[in-house]
């Protein structure tokens, strides 16, 4: 079964930088999409940035094209999101999503959800 665990969201100053990680306790994911989405306040859920686990493929959302970086370390089944030049616009809770496969960019292809990691950018 898979389970999602987020961490590392906090507490930032615009200009700077945070790494998401994203930890599947389940080990299943091997052959999974992974994606972090967000949900700003009074907002829908956004798709932000997705991965697949087999061979690396990556998207991105335009809105944090360039900023953002998501990378996946297999050993630890883990994926992370490095997010860089923070603005208060990403300010949101941040959610890991799994899905079976391939990359979706609808939020509503994904099955599987973590809790979520609240990320605040301080003007």
């Known amino acids: 079964q898979v389970q999602l665990v987020e961490s590392g969201g906090g507490l930032v100053q615009a200009g700077g930088s945070l790494r998401l990680s994203c930890a599947d306790s389940?080990?299943?994911?091997?052959?999974?999409?992974m994606a972090w989405v967000r949900q700003a306040p009074g907002k829908e859920r956004d798709f932000v940035a997705a991965?697949?686990?087999?061979?690396?493929?990556?998207r991105y959302a335009d809105s944090v094209e360039g900023r953002f970086t998501i990378s996946s370390d297999n050993a630890k089944n883990t994926v992370y999101l490095q997010m860089n030049s923070l603005t208060p616009e990403d300010t949101a809770v941040y959610y890991c999503a799994a899905r079976p496969l391939y990359i979706a960019l609808q939020r509503e292809s994904y099955n599987y959800w973590g809790q979520g990691t609240q990320v605040t950018v301080s003007s």
């Open positions: 991965i697949r686990w087999r061979g690396g493929s990556t």
């Open positions: 389940g080990r299943t994911v091997s052959n999974y999409a």
